[in-house]
């Protein structure tokens, strides 16, 4: 079992989805065998393959957690039991849920790490997620040359030592969340989009696809905070989105 202290709460005892309103649920993914043993048997046929390929047991074992978890809150809204669920997959592999007569479409998207799930569920728009546990990285510089601008670097490097990681896992995870929002790859196109990291200041899109994507006005992006020592992210090519953050009961 775990020891992960989710800071949200546990949700109301009824809930639904409106208009502008988005769900964000937070999950541990060491869970008990008996529970892991039941979300396996949710899975499809290919999420089982999938998870018997990880080569660590840690891994194959927050895989089935993941989307046995997934498979539990999408089918608490469609009214349906997880087993039952179909995904479809867009062309970078975001994943979808096969249109289902007399249910509205449902967006979601989900992230983890380090034995933490977090997943975002809305009627209103494509949403993106990320969550990251802030640590030491080695190779943080490297990445900060490949991915980020000339001034996103400089300002990464022009911060006190104590506060460059959680700068850098900020810029990574509402970056990331905003490109999993469109659905493309983070290694394209993660230098398009520039968002605000510094500590302190507010939470915004700055620029993003100017090209081919809404402006950067419609865009949503807000911190989340699901855990100590976690950095994660919502993001939206929408104006508004309404958020509640909930832990989920498992």
Request: charged share 25%.
């Amino acid at each position: 079992m775990s020891n992960l202290q989710i800071h949200w709460k546990t949700p109301p005892s009824s809930w639904s989805l409106k208009g502008t309103e988005a769900h964000v649920w937070a999950a541990a993914l060491d869970i008990s065998s008996e529970l892991l043993c039941a979300y396996a048997k949710t899975l499809s046929g290919n999420e089982r393959e999938r998870a018997r390929r990880f080569h660590f047991e840690r891994d194959q074992k927050h895989f089935i957690a993941g989307r046995g978890t997934l498979r539990a809150i999408l089918g608490s809204y469609l009214k349906m039991q997880p087993a039952g669920l179909q995904f479809e997959y867009g062309p970078r592999g975001k994943p979808m849920v096969a249109k289902i007569e007399d249910n509205p479409t449902l967006h979601f998207n989900l992230a983890h790490s380090d034995g933490l799930l977090v997943v975002a569920v809305t009627e209103h728009c494509s949403i993106g997620v990320d969550v990251e546990r802030v640590r030491l990285m080695e190779q943080a510089d490297d990445l900060v040359e490949r991915f980020f601008s000339p001034n996103e670097a400089k300002k990464l490097r022009g911060l006190p030592v104590h506060q460059r990681t959680r700068a850098f896992f900020n810029l990574w995870t509402r970056k990331e969340a905003c490109l999993k929002a469109t659905g493309d790859g983070i290694a394209e196109r993660l230098h398009e989009i520039a968002v605000s990291f510094l500590p302190d200041e507010p939470v915004r899109v700055l620029n993003a696809f100017s090209d081919t994507e809404p402006a950067t006005a419609v865009w949503t992006l807000a911190e989340l905070s699901p855990a100590e020592e976690y950095a994660a992210a919502i993001a939206a090519a929408a104006p508004r989105l309404d958020l509640s953050c909930w832990r989920w009961s498992q």
